[in-house]
């Protein structure tokens, strides 16, 4: 038994430990999903912030080109100009120019050619000069100006990145298909001068993931181009999980740490005395000791709810078993009264006879014996006993003083009964009178059907004088539909009538009375009872089974 309960406490450690680790796990697994989108979510964040303030910056920047509306839309078509020396002349030239003009777009369109050229030299130099130094300033992967317009989409205007540290000659055409492109497609479709996000594949560099940042540049309500900041999408994700990794492999060290810790304290406060009150209940379902129960829960000291458990379990316990003792006390009492009163009732019809004075016990005592020896239970050999003191009730008649005291069921026995002069007679009875020895069956049966708690008494008193063969009375009943137990009183109150004194006769001799059983088998009695108590009578050598 010690064997099962460890192995039962053990088993009980590793389900909690199982359901520890599995949600532990579980919280890992999830928290690292989460640490992943999150820190995704957070770093993006704060990426795009860093971006949209750099991007304002280059905004301002591009803000002091001169006549910007009229460069982007000048230098398609002279780039090969644009990309020589500035000469003096044009420095000159451009040193002249009245930047003050009203309109300075309209004035710049109405100029030489030669001062339309120095302008776009100097926007050119001045815008790339600021945007290299921004670039290596900014420490990003990238960062390029590019046309998105239907007309000159992929023209670009500057390029810049990790590779290639100057930007490339204005000029350079990529292949720029707009649905790659979420973010420009949606500058070009909403119109509006917000910075927008995108991640694309760039195949120029090996097929590498990068993320980026574009504002638009719109002059006179036209988005002209659009100046990108990006990075390296691939290695941020790289270093982003490895950091996950890092925080997974610690977070499980300290959740498995965790786990331990809870196993101990789980164990202390909650594993080990559930292991042992449930041990304790077990063996009190099975052996019913309140002593045990309260000796074995003092072991367990706990103040939480287990501790408050174990104390009312306990005090379930001992009241439990209070009641039970009480309950049994009652039930002997009862048990002893009703013996009493059934046993004063059978001396009260034996006395009515002073030739059979103990018939009804000795009926009693000799159907016992017969149900024992069938293999009845306790309850059905008690039960028979009962019914065999009682199976001649109808042939008296009780005084009210002991009604009254002890079966208040039986209001009108007092009111039946056999005349004493019928069953003391010494002679034969006559027809009429034998008649009247007939009704106290039935009379019997009336008497005890009062009795609702115990119905079965009235079992014996009725038809104990039946025969199997269906000659018997008050019913003429046969075979089985006999009740059983007023079988076994047929043979036993037959055997006793036989083996006591009558007032006509003496107790006839034991030879005798085993041939009248057996004669009769089958036909007066049930055979398996008969055959029974020819078994008694057998082993009965001294005859001692008689009055």
């Known amino acids: 038994m010690n064997k099962e309960k460890k192995a039962r406490r053990k088993k009980l450690r590793w389900q909690v430990a199982g359901i520890l680790v599995f949600f532990n796990i579980l919280s890992i697994v999830i928290g690292s999903i989460g640490i992943y989108y999150g820190s995704t979510s957070t770093y993006l964040t704060a990426k795009n912030d860093m971006m949209e303030r750099d991007l304002e910056k280059l905004r301002e920047n591009m803000n002091d080109m001169i006549a910007p509306s009229w460069f982007f839309d000048y230098v398609k078509d002279h780039t090969d100009e644009i990309h020589g020396e500035i000469s003096e002349d044009e420095a000159k030239m451009f040193m002249e120019l009245n930047t003050s003009a009203e309109d300075i777009e309209e004035y710049i369109r109405n100029s030489s050619p030669e001062m339309q050229l120095a302008v776009a030299k100097m926007n050119y130099s001045s815008f790339s000069s600021r945007l290299d130094?921004?670039?290596?300033?900014?420490?990003?992967?990238?960062?390029?100006?590019?046309?998105?317009?239907?007309?000159?989409?992929?023209?670009?205007?500057?390029?810049?990145?990790?590779?290639?540290?100057?930007?490339?000659?204005?000029?350079?055409?990529w292949k720029y298909d707009i649905s790659d492109h979420p973010a420009a497609e949606e500058l070009l479709s909403k119109k509006t001068n917000n910075i927008e996000f995108e991640r694309v594949n760039n195949e120029d560099s090996n097929g590498k993931n990068y993320y980026v940042a574009c504002m638009p540049l719109r002059y006179d309500g036209e988005l002209k181009a659009v100046l990108c900041l990006e990075y390296n999408w691939d290695e941020f994700n790289i270093d982003l999980k490895k950091n996950i990794r890092i925080t997974g492999i610690f977070s499980l060290a300290g959740m498995i740490l965790i786990c331990a810790l809870l196993m101990a304290v789980v164990d202390r406060i909650a594993a080990r005395p559930l292991s042992k009150l449930q041990s304790a209940v077990h063996d009190y379902t099975k052996n019913k000791d309140s002593?045990?129960?309260?000796?074995?829960?003092?072991?367990?000291?706990?103040?939480n709810e287990i501790g408050e458990l174990t104390d009312e379990i306990t005090a379930l316990a001992v009241e439990i078993d209070r009641y039970v003792d009480d309950i049994n006390k009652a039930k002997e009492n009862i048990k002893e009264l009703s013996e009493e009163v059934m046993e004063a009732l059978a001396h009260t019809i034996d006395a009515k006879d002073k030739y059979t004075n103990g018939h009804s016990v000795r009926v009693a005592k000799y159907s016992r014996m017969i149900a024992k020896r069938l293999g009845l239970s306790e309850w059905a050999q008690d039960d028979i006993y009962y019914m065999g003191l009682l199976h001649d009730i109808g042939k008296i008649g009780i005084p009210n003083a002991i009604i009254n005291k002890y079966m208040g069921l039986l209001h009108d026995i007092g009111k039946i009964g056999i005349p004493n002069a019928i069953i003391n007679k010494p002679s034969r009875l006559t027809d009429e009178e034998y008649e009247i020895i007939?009704?106290?069956?039935?009379?019997?049966?009336?008497?005890?059907?009062?009795?609702?708690?115990?119905?079965?008494l009235s079992i014996g008193a009725r038809w104990h004088h039946e025969r199997y063969d269906g000659k018997g009375y008050p019913d003429?009943?046969?075979?089985?539909?006999?009740?059983?137990?007023?079988?076994?009183?047929?043979?036993?109150?037959?055997?006793?009538?036989?083996?006591?004194?009558?007032?006509?006769?003496k107790f006839l001799p034991q030879n005798v009375v085993r041939e009248e059983i057996e004669k009769n088998m089958g036909t007066q009695f049930d055979p398996k009872p008969a055959e029974i108590m020819l078994q008694i009578i057998d082993e009965d050598t001294a005859y001692e089974l008689h009055e």
């Open 438 to 456: 007939k009704t106290h069956p039935v009379l019997g049966y009336e008497i005890l059907s009062e009795i609702k708690s115990r119905p079965d």
């Open 133 to 173: 130094y921004e670039f290596g300033f900014f420490n990003y992967d990238g960062l390029y100006m590019i046309d998105v317009r239907d007309d000159s989409r992929g023209y670009v205007y500057y390029d810049s990145s990790s590779e290639n540290e100057k930007g490339d000659p204005i000029g350079t055409v």
């Open 476 to 505: 003429g009943l046969a075979g089985d539909d006999i009740p059983f137990m007023a079988r076994i009183i047929a043979v036993a109150d037959s055997y006793d009538t036989m083996t006591s004194n009558r007032s006509y006769r």
């Open 291 to 303: 002593d045990d129960v309260v000796k074995r829960t003092a072991q367990i000291k706990s103040r």
